[in-house]
C-alpha cells in the first residue's frame, strides 16, 4: 500500500503527525525482537482513540489493507512484524490508565499501557499485578493480551487470560464490542473474550483492557539450588510444592549462568559449580514457613538431589538472584540464538527434555545450547548460539533442519509447539504439530467470521493461503 491518495486518506483519520513513513520508522515499528524477517511496512499510524481505531480498520476494509499491530515489540514469534507492505498500528499514543476500582480490584488500561506502569499502579494501590517476565518495563498490555502472555510466575497466577476482566474490542469488521462487561459470573454463552486473548491481533484490536489486581505478596524470598543433573530438579520442584505454596520455579543451565556471569554486573550464587540450577520462590509470611523451606532445602541434599543451594535474606539478595535467571535472554541476544519455546505437562518434563536434548546433541554438536524455562509450568526455552564465524542466514537454515525432529517429538509428547511466545511467522508452519486439521479448519473459519476481509494481521497463526 504505498498509493498516496490512500495514505491521504489515512492522514485524516487521526490527529496531525500520526501517520508515520519515514524509514527509520517503518524499520522500527515495522518488527518486533525477532530477527528472521525484514521489515517492510508501508506506513506506521497512531490512533488515540477507539473511533480512530474504528475508522482505520474501516478504512483498511473499504481497500483491503493490511493492518499489523504493534505494542512493545517485544515479542519473539515476528507476530507483530510487518514484512509484506502493510500498515502498522501502533498502541503508543493510547497509553493512560483511565480507571481504577477498589471494590472490584480492576483497572481500566488503554492497550498502550506498559506492564511495568500497571504493576507500578498496582504496587500504589497496594495491590499487585502478577503477571510479570523480564520484558515487562516494554512490553504493553495490549501485546500482552494478543499473546496471552505467560512469563515467570505463572506457577502460581497463570497467564495474561486470567487477569483480563473485560475487553473492548475492535473487530476485523470494525466493530466495537463489549467483551464481558468485567463480571466474574456471566454465564451467557461463548465468552469472546476469551478468543480475542492470545489471536495475536488476527481477529481484531484490544482497544481497552479491564485488568484484575491480586493483593500484594509477603515477603518474597527466592532460593538458587545447584543440582547435578536434570533428573533432580523435578523431584526438588515435588518436594517443595508438597509443602509450600511456590510463586516461580524456574531452571537454567551452567551454560547460562556462564552468560550471566560474564556480564561482570551479577554476582554468583555460590561458588560450587552445577550442570543446572532451579530458582524458586515463594512467600516467607513466617519464620516457620522459612524453616520449612531450609528443611526442604537439607531434605533435597542428603536426597543427593541438591549440590548446593542459597537462600535471599533482603530483597537486594532477591532481587540479584533473579537476575541469573531474568537477564538471560538479554544476555544470549547478542549470538543471534534460533529459540524453542516449548512445553509438555509436568510430569513429562524429564522423559521429554531427555529426547530433545539427545536431538540437539546429535544434530547441533558444535552449536552452543543454552536450556532454561519455566520448569514448574512444563515450559522448556531451547536457545541454540550462533557461532560467531557463520552467517544468519547460514546459521538459521542449519537449525531450521532440526525442527521437524524436535516437533515430532513434542508431538509425540502430546505437547505445545509454542509455551507462551506465540505462533506468529516463526512457528505457523508448525502448527499442525500441536493442533489438528480439524481444529485449524475451526479457527480460520473463527477467523473469517471476525475477519471478513482478511486484513488483520494476515500470515500470522496461519500460513497465508
Ligand atoms: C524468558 O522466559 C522469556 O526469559 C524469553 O520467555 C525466552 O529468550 C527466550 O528464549
Ligand atoms: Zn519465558
Same mark, same amino acid.
Given at each position: 500500500m504505498t498509493d498516496p491518495v490512500l495514505l491521504a486518506e489515512l492522514m485524516t483519520l487521526v490527529e496531525p503527525g500520526k501517520v508515520l513513513t519515514d524509514a527509520a520508522s517503518l524499520e522500527t515499528y515495522g518488527k518486533d525482537w525477532t530477527r528472521h524477517f525484514p521489515p517492510a511496512p508501508s506506513a506506521i499510524v497512531f490512533p488515540k482513540s477507539i473511533e480512530q481505531v474504528q475508522a482505520i480498520v474501516q478504512w483498511a476494509n473499504r481497500h483491503k489493507v493490511a493492518?499489523?499491530?504493534?505494542?512493545?515489540?517485544?515479542?519473539?514469534?515476528? +507476530?507483530?512484524?510487518? +514484512?509484506?507492505?502493510?500498515?502498522?498500528?501502533?498502541?503508543?499514543?493510547?497509553?493512560?490508565?483511565?480507571?481504577?476500582?477498589?471494590?472490584?480490584?480492576?483497572?481500566?488500561?488503554?492497550?498502550?499501557?506498559?506492564?511495568?506502569?500497571?504493576?507500578?499502579?498496582?504496587?500504589?494501590?497496594?495491590?499487585?499485578?502478577?503477571?510479570?517476565? +523480564?520484558?515487562?518495563?516494554?512490553?504493553q498490555i495490549g501485546g500482552n493480551i494478543g499473546t496471552n502472555a505467560g512469563g515467570i510466575k505463572v506457577i502460581r497466577y497463570g497467564m495474561t487470560r486470567n487477569w483480563v476482566a473485560g475487553l473492548k474490542v475492535v473487530t476485523g469488521a470494525g466493530e466495537l464490542l463489549e467483551l464481558n462487561k468485567d463480571l466474574i459470573k456471566n454465564a451467557t454463552g461463548y465468552d469472546l473474550r476469551q478468543l480475542f486473548i492470545g489471536a495475536e491481533g488476527?481477529?481484531?484490536?484490544?482497544?481497552?483492557?479491564?485488568?484484575?489486581?491480586?493483593?500484594?505478596?509477603?515477603?518474597?524470598?527466592?532460593?538458587v539450588l545447584g543440582t547435578p543433573d536434570f533428573d533432580s530438579i523435578m523431584p526438588v520442584l515435588h518436594a517443595f510444592q508438597g509443602k509450600l505454596d511456590l510463586t516461580a520455579f524456574e531452571f537454567?543451565?551452567?551454560k547460562g549462568l556462564a552468560?550471566?556471569?560474564?556480564?561482570?554486573?551479577?554476582?554468583?550464587?555460590?561458588?560450587?559449580?552445577?550442570?543446572?540450577?532451579?530458582?524458586?520462590?515463594?512467600?516467607?509470611?513466617?519464620?516457620?514457613? +522459612?524453616?520449612?523451606?531450609?528443611?526442604?532445602?537439607?531434605?533435597?541434599?542428603?536426597?543427593g538431589w541438591v549440590l548446593d543451594g542459597v537462600m535471599s535474606q533482603s530483597e537486594q539478595q532477591l532481587r540479584n538472584l533473579w537476575k541469573l535467571r531474568e537477564y538471560?535472554?538479554?544476555?544470549?541476544s547478542h549470538w543471534t540464538p534460533y529459540k524453542n519455546d516449548i512445553s509438555v505437562t509436568v510430569a513429562k518434563v524429564p522423559a521429554f527434555l531427555r529426547d530433545i536434548d539427545s536431538i540437539v546433541s546429535t544434530y547441533y554438536p558444535d552449536f552452543e545450547v543454552v536450556w532454561y524455562g519455566h520448569i514448574g509450568d512444563g515450559n522448556l526455552h531451547l536457545n541454540i548460539l550462533k557461532p560467531n564465524d557463520m552467517s544468519k542466514d547460514e546459521f538459521f537454515a542449519r537449525c531450521a533442519v532440526v525442527n521437524k525432529q524436535v516437533f515430532e517429538t513434542v508431538e509425540k509428547y502430546n505437547g505445545s509447539i509454542s509455551a507462551e511466545h506465540g505462533v506468529g511467522m516463526t512457528k505457523r508452519d508448525y502448527l499442525a504439530y500441536s493442533r489438528s486439521s480439524a481444529e485449524i479448519a475451526y479457527m480460520?473459519?473463527?477467523?473469517?467470521?471476525?475477519?471478513p476481509n482478511g486484513i488483520m494481521n494476515p500470515g500470522k497463526i496461519f500460513a497465508p493461503e
Open positions: 493492518l499489523v499491530p504493534s505494542g512493545g515489540r517485544t515479542g519473539l514469534s515476528a +507476530a507483530a512484524v510487518a +514484512a509484506n507492505g502493510e500498515v502498522v498500528v501502533s498502541f503508543d499514543y493510547m497509553n493512560r490508565i483511565l480507571d481504577f476500582n477498589a471494590f472490584d480490584r480492576t483497572v481500566v488500561c488503554q492497550p498502550g499501557v506498559i506492564t511495568a506502569q500497571l504493576q507500578a499502579f498496582a504496587e500504589e494501590q497496594g495491590l499487585y499485578y502478577p503477571v510479570d517476565f +523480564a520484558s515487562s518495563g516494554s512490553s488476527t481477529l481484531g484490536f484490544v482497544v481497552e483492557a479491564t485488568m484484575r489486581l491480586d493483593r500484594a505478596p509477603k515477603n518474597l524470598t527466592a532460593m537454567f543451565s551452567d552468560k550471566i556471569l560474564g556480564r561482570g554486573d551479577v554476582p554468583a550464587p555460590f561458588e560450587t559449580e552445577c550442570p543446572f540450577y532451579a530458582l524458586l520462590e515463594f512467600e516467607a509470611t513466617t519464620e516457620e514457613v +522459612a524453616n520449612d523451606a531450609l528443611a526442604l532445602f537439607e531434605h533435597c541434599v542428603e536426597q538471560l535472554s538479554e544476555t544470549i480460520k473459519a473463527v477467523k473469517a467470521v471476525f475477519d
